[in-house]
């Protein structure tokens, strides 16, 4: 059976999922539960200096639904814990104590002064904790009184406050990352910069949710205002999983460990994660949407996985499909695919020929009988029609092998790769010498 | 009462109380709000969609689901009523599972089509819980046209007319209007007096006038209403019922099954209805089930269906076949009644089994009999009192695609008119279109 134990920076876990810092460890109570259920960690909900904040005591969650109202993506306006940091921290501690072999990390967040980091750090080191966690990506609430997203937003800031954390602690200092930039590069080079052991993204994507069309109030709505949230959960996670591939194929940031955040419903998504370079994955929505409980399925389903594909260890699929992440201008060219329709699958919904015909290149005839055919003349692969055909696998692609002539350019498919850079178009070509 | 389904004769109240109210229940429960998401959620708004096709009134089955799906269900019963304006009752009463739910690509892909009906209902309840009614009346153009038949061709045609500004008076020879959806369809597809309430939505148009108590050969003449009104529309269904040969056939307990159903249908309490011990329903087609079914419901102890062919050839849809033998009916196919036998009143069927032959029907010679107290026949509906003068066609009205009978000014649709299959359905679309071709003709 594949091992699933999981060293992150030197935190040690039984697995590589950790609940991500957010209201499902935001106590004692509920990290208990979540370790007896099975979880490999936490990150402990962000602390923050006394006075603690307060939150709004109306709807703190928006949410957007799929078919069946299947959360797709929740935002929220809740700010960083509430309790008093005394409280949290003989939390922490007890927690530790009781847990050893779960990691356990604390999210921090405090005025972007060094005194400030100097005074909390110790505070957290005496609770034996494994770790922090640098929160600069809240995007809404905090990032008004500069601190979360305003410090993300800054790569000097990340510089320099990660460089008074690293000067300050013995524990390990992962830098959480806002995806609230243009080019997360930039922040994930500054934290490098600063010493960081690790980075963690994203953070939640700042959002209104919707709007209540009676009272033109955004969603949730306090007292007929709203203020616009960070998003998660499924809807969030090609944003994730770029910003995580872009990374970990900087060659700045290439050997700087990520621990994968955005979206994780499933096994399969914390496979994607780690093989596009995250070392461990963290999960907030799906335990707010399902329970702790789904780590059975996370755990099981990545182990039985891991076991069909020969991979002994979590180490085995880091980054494995990072090789894999390029640039546009390097994918080939004479790779030349067409449509192919399954007409013993086909339910005869047209839904390819409405996409085609109207949106793309009318490249899909019908035939009577509601038959429905791709015409190779014009059939530029885009591959829209598979992706809303409602019956997987009706709608193919089939790879031209060389040789063959592709009907729409009337070119030979050449064998040789070939891309942009060296196309006769490219006015920035280089001639292949 | 202290009869039981076991009770000799034909008698009333054989099931407690309580059971009538359930038994008679709808027969599929109304969607509440979230399950109609669902459900609308699983059509694939398909190109050209197969499910409009096989729509007698082609309603835009995609579009009125999407704004199901957006949240706005009146906006679909609009759609669905642009094209059927007894939409609320046909998503009750059609055979969805030979129209547009057997066309639906779920069907072929799962065998489970998505269920149109019932968010037809979901979409036309929601409008008319709301009281509203979405359409107005044109100008007023000043000109007459009478409708004679208050069933679903009739009102659809005079609805039409009504929307394009003519002024529309229906005849009907019942005390209510409504046609076969007040008095000729099982209680449990139309509970809680919905037919009446949509005729009442319907008239909320306006300039329609119904007159009950007439009808042609009653109080009208097709001459007088031909030269009193502009033109006259004849919805007058089907009247009579197709007689059953064979010796006995008029001892008592014989009866036909549209009596029955009406009677049903008009009841205050089921349970005074007397029904006998022993039915046996002859005929294969829609009547025939609701026929059986009822009388199951209503507490007689065996129920039997006979049918002089097979399975395949009953117009009644596997679907309703299968709801009958639900509902403890037997269906007995291939075989056709010979004799009525009992002292007076039946006491047994006789029936000879039949075969397909090379030409046509045959009897094999081998009889059996079947225990019957009540016999309800179901063979099929005749057109009765057909004004003088139309030319008929197999024994309908013939008429052209928009409705045109053989002299001028005189239109017809729905049962009594050739074309289309019997259906709800159906009537609504002949009586619009005619609707439409008549509008055409006093516009010209």
Known sequence: MADLRTDFVGIKSPNPFWLASAPPTDKEYNVVRAFKAGWGGVVWKTLGLDPHIVNVNGPRYGVVYGADRRVLGINNIELITDRPLEVNLREIKQVKRDWPDRAMVVSLMVPCEEWAWKEILPKVEETGADGIELNFGCPHGMSERGMGAAVGQVPKYIEMVTRWCKANTR????????????????????????????????????SITSVNLDTMSPEPSIDGKGSHGGYCGPAVKPIALNMVAEIARDVETGDLPISGIGGITTWRDAA?????????????????????????????????????????????????????????????????????????????????????????????????????????????????????????????????????????????????????????NNPAAKAAE | MTNSPMTPGIVPGRLPSEAYCENFADLHAPYDGHEAMVAADRCYFCYDAPCITACPTAIDIPLFIRQIQAGMPEAAAKTILEQNILGGMCARVCPTETLCEEACVREAAEGKPVEIGRLQRHATDSLMEAGVHPFERAAPTGKRVAVV???????ACAHRLSMHGHEVVVFDAKAKPGGLNEFGIASYKTVGGFAQAEVEWLLKIGGITIETGKALGDGLSLEDLKSEYDAVFLGIGLGGVNALSGEGVDKDGVGDAVEFIAALRQAKDVATLPVGRNVVVIGGGMTAVDAAVQSKLLGAENVTIVYRRGKDRMSASLFEQDLATSKGVKIVYHAQPVAVHGNGSAAEVEFEYTRDGSKSLEGTGETFRIPADQVLKAIGQTLDGAPEGLTLERGKIAVSETGRTSVEGVWAGGDCATGGDDLTVTAVAEGRDAAEDIHKSLSA
């Open chain 1, 171 to 206: 524990m390990p200092v992962i830098v959480k990352l806002t995806p609230n930039i243009t080019d997360i590069r930039h922040p994930a080079r500054a934290a490098y910069a600063g010493g960081a052991d690790a980075v963690s993204l994203i953070n939640t994507v700042s």
């Open chain 1, 272 to 424: 994607e994660f780690l093989s596009l370079g995250s070392g461990s994955v963290q999960v907030c929505t799906a335990a707010m949407t399902y329970g702790f409980k789904i780590i059975d399925e996370l755990t099981r389903g990545l182990s039985d996985w891991m076991d069909e594909k020969g991979y002994a260890s979590i180490d085995e699929v880091v980054g494995r499909a990072v090789p894999n992440v390029t640039d546009w201008q390097y994918l080939n060219l004479n790779y030349v695919t067409k449509a192919r329709i399954d007409q013993d699958m086909c339910i005869k919904c047209g839904r390819c020929f409405a996409a085609c015909e109207d949106t793309s290149h009318q490249a899909i005839e019908i035939k009577p009988g509601r038959v429905f055919e791709v015409i190779d003349e014009e059939c530029v692969a885009c591959n829209l029609c598979v992706d809303v055909c409602p019956v997987e696998d009706c709608i193919t692609m089939e790879v031209l092998q060389p040789g063959d002539v592709d009907k729409r350019t009337g070119k030979v498919v050449e064998k040789e790769y070939a891309n942009w850079t060296t196309h006769p």
């Open chain 2, 149 to 155: 038949g208050a069933g679903p061709a009739g009102l």
